[in-house]
Antibody, heavy 119, light 107 residues
């Protein structure tokens, strides 16, 4: 079955950097677009980024544009989110999610990794 | 950016009753809309996609309707496991955006 496992979260100071990873298994990773979604403590879901199946296109929400970069290694079934110039408002649980192969909704989610930006 | 607005923020319902949740888009998104359920400490679970298609394994008491800018998620005969937060998500263009969520609580 589809499995997505995020890692790399932790505590980082404002202005710092962190890279998250998402290990995928149970499906043909290089055929699916992959997304990042975050959830601040006690808040709702916020879409963050997408990377197309072949890695050629990415899109970001405005608040992270220019600071976050999504990449993927299809040979290792791994998704990454490089985050820099981190701010307190980036504190959240970060989920990776798979885009459906038949449409563009998100059909499978990982359990998330927590990023805390604090001095 | 398409702004998704869900109402109400909180819905108090007795077990066995019907719950009706609304999601409004600031511009037409056709039927490119999905609904998710999230329970505390869990990741979101897909319920409905393409506005009205139930995802695999989702009980028939969950139904979705709408197109364009107005969408509804109906839960008929609420069961104890249905008390959760529900989010809509459009996938019409970039960026994707979620509604702020509707919490369905026990009355």
């Amino acid at each position: 079955q589809v499995q997505l496992e995020e890692s790399g979260g932790g505590v980082v100071r404002p202005g710092g950097s962190l890279t998250l990873s998402c290990a995928a298994s149970g499906f043909n990773f290089n055929s699916y677009g992959m997304h990042w979604v975050r959830q601040a403590p006690g808040k709702g879901l916020e879409w963050v980024a997408v990377i197309f199946s072949d890695g050629t296109h990415t899109y970001y929400t405005d608040s992270v544009q220019g600071r976050f970069t999504s990449s993927r290694d299809n040979s290792k079934n791994t998704l990454h989110l490089q985050m820099s110039s981190l701010r307190a408002e980036d504190t959240a649980l970060y989920f990776c999610a798979r885009e459906s192969g038949s449409d563009w909704f998100l059909d499978s989610w990982g359990q998330g990794t927590l990023v805390t930006v604090s001095s | 950016e398409v702004v998704m607005t869900q109402s109400p923020a909180t819905l108090s319902v007795s077990p066995g009753e019907r719950a009706t949740l609304s999601c409004r888009a600031s511009q037409a998104v056709s039927t490119n809309l999905a609904w998710y359920q999230q329970k505390p400490g869990q990741s979101p679970r897909l319920l409905i996609y393409r506005a009205s298609t139930r995802a695999t394994g989702i009980p028939v008491r969950f139904s979705g309707s709408g197109s364009g800018t107005e969408f509804t998620l109906t839960i008929s005969g609420l069961q104890s496991e249905d008390f959760a937060v529900y989010y809509c998500l459009h996938y019409y263009n970039w960026p994707r955006t979620f509604g702020q969520g509707t919490k369905v609580e026990i009355k």
